[in-house]
């Protein structure tokens, strides 16, 4: 179906069901078609606190999936993780209703951007695109704004702005970006991820060069500098580069790095020349590369330095993205959504740098899948904990098929501890956590849970 009839089936008054819409895209798009004047129900496996904003919106979420849901619906849009046999998926193509990607839909609505960027990559996507979307707040260019997460600064996920520009995750799990028109496209670092997708790093690359190469003559590929995957995947594609990162070849650099606590200061170059100086209000070396990412997307996008230094000095995180949640007998908790070996690496590393007396961590591994293929990176990188208590794995969109368990990394690991109950492993933290810990609860499921039992 081409662009003209998703609009259509999706234009004010059309009745529009969203298979999967508690995720953070789909709950996302949801708002943004319900704000475009469509009438919009969904469904979901279970309840969570975007099921419960959505019907405080007024949109109904029936949870479990069952045919009759999507009856008089226009058109059901699925999320890349319900697959043919999912009911309401199944009922669609036998009733000839129309059935449409998210991905697809997001595209749709992008092509009536003049400037769209587009943030992909492995990690980072949420952060980066919250950054952009301050700076493009500071620049008055009213953005329309699609992210994985709750920014405060928008009061959630999503912005619709009256702008020319739409800033938007681009992820690239089931090749969804590849429905998208960036007229920016932002890769910020290519690792092996969605592993019951892709084959492996080859054919990850492969759709990444895809991605980048839907830019059209006059757009922009922003790519990472220091990432040797990223710079491979779009190696001889005819199109422009603006390259950014922390090596001395990148155009858009950070000199000068001073890091106190865990917070950085640095002078922003663009094209070997110093601009202004940048005091990031978020910790972590990982999130200079993200700013500077931000500077290089918003240049594109039309946004002057000041408006960089603007934006990035207020921005001070996301939801679940080392997001300060209280204390626990002395300890500070942090919350984090990292899920994958370099995240937890880069999680624990700004962690460090804050100089507590240990760190505890707790991690729930997020599917089967993952933990069992990148089972020996995993278990490296959870070892830079001083006390790590691991959770049963999140299944999200899978059965254990595997016969792999979080024991299995807990047995594998030095001192971790295997703790599969939410109330026990509360109870743990609160018998043990002491003055001058760091207590951070990690991972994409719902693991949040224990930091908001331990500091009630």
């Not at 319900?82 to 998926?89: K, L, T």
């Not at 009922?91 to 400037?115: D, I, N, Q, S, T």
């Not at 006390?387 to 254990?400: G, H, P, S």
């Amino acid at each position: 179906m081409n662009i003209e009839q998703t609009l259509e089936k999706t234009a004010p008054g059309r009745h529009v069901h969203l298979v999967g819409i508690g995720g953070v895209s789909m709950c996302a798009l949801g708002e943004v078609l319900l704000g475009r004047g469509a009438v919009v129900t969904g469904s979901d496996m279970k309840e969570s606190p975007a099921t419960q904003r959505l019907r405080m919106l007024g949109i109904p979420v029936y949870i479990g999936h069952a045919a009759e849901h999507i009856d008089g619906a226009d058109c059901v849009i699925r999320t890349a993780a319900a697959h043919e046999d999912n009911p309401e998926v199944a009922a669609a193509r036998e009733k000839g209703v129309a059935l449409f990607e998210r991905a697809e839909v997001w595209g749709a609505l992008m092509k009536k951007y003049e400037c769209a960027v587009c943030v992909s990559g492995t990690h980072g996507k949420s952060t980066t695109t919250s950054m952009i979307t301050h700076i493009a707040i500071a620049a008055r260019l009213d953005p329309t704004v699609m992210i994985g997460g709750s920014l405060p600064l928008i009061g959630g996920g999503h912005r619709v702005g009256a702008g020319g520009l739409i800033v938007a995750e681009a992820c690239e799990y089931c090749n969804s970006f590849l429905y998208f028109f960036p007229t920016v496209a932002v890769i910020l670092n290519i690792e092996e991820d969605h592993l019951d997708f892709f084959s492996g790093l080859e054919d990850i690359m492969r759709s990444f060069r895809g991605f980048a190469g839907l830019v059209p003559p006059g757009g922009a590929i922003v790519a990472n500098a220091d990432d040797i995957n990223t710079m491979r995947a779009i190696e001889g594609l005819e199109r422009r580069v603006v390259t950014f990162g922390l090596s001395g070849h990148a155009q858009v650099r950070a000199e000068n790095i001073e890091t106190k606590r865990g917070l950085a200061r640095f002078d922003l170059f663009v094209n070997g020349a110093p601009r202004t100086h940048i005091a990031l209000s978020v910790p972590g070396r990982h999130n200079i590369t993200n700013a500077l990412a931000a500077a290089a997307a918003s240049l594109e996008a039309g946004a002057g330095i000041e408006d960089i230094k603007r934006g990035l000095e207020a921005y001070t995180g996301l939801k679940r993205r080392f997001e300060y949640k209280g204390s626990c007998h002395g300890a500070c908790v942090y919350d984090d959504y990292a899920h994958h070996p370099s995240e937890i690496a880069a999680t624990l590393a700004a962690a460090r740098a804050m100089e507590a007396r240990r760190i505890i961590l707790v991690f729930q591994p997020h599917t089967y899948s993952r933990t069992k293929l990148l089972f020996d990176d995993f278990a490296e990188k959870l070892s830079g904990a001083d006390v790590l208590i691991l959770a049963e794995i999140y299944a999200a969109r899978e059965q254990n098929t595997l016969g792999i368990s979080s024991k299995d990394l807990a047995d594998s690991i030095s001192g971790a501890l295997f703790i599969p109950s939410f109330e026990e492993i509360a109870e743990y933290l609160k018998q043990n956590a002491r003055p001058g810990d760091l207590i951070l609860t990690v991972g994409a499921g719902d693991i949040y849970r224990v930091s908001e039992m331990i500091t009630e």
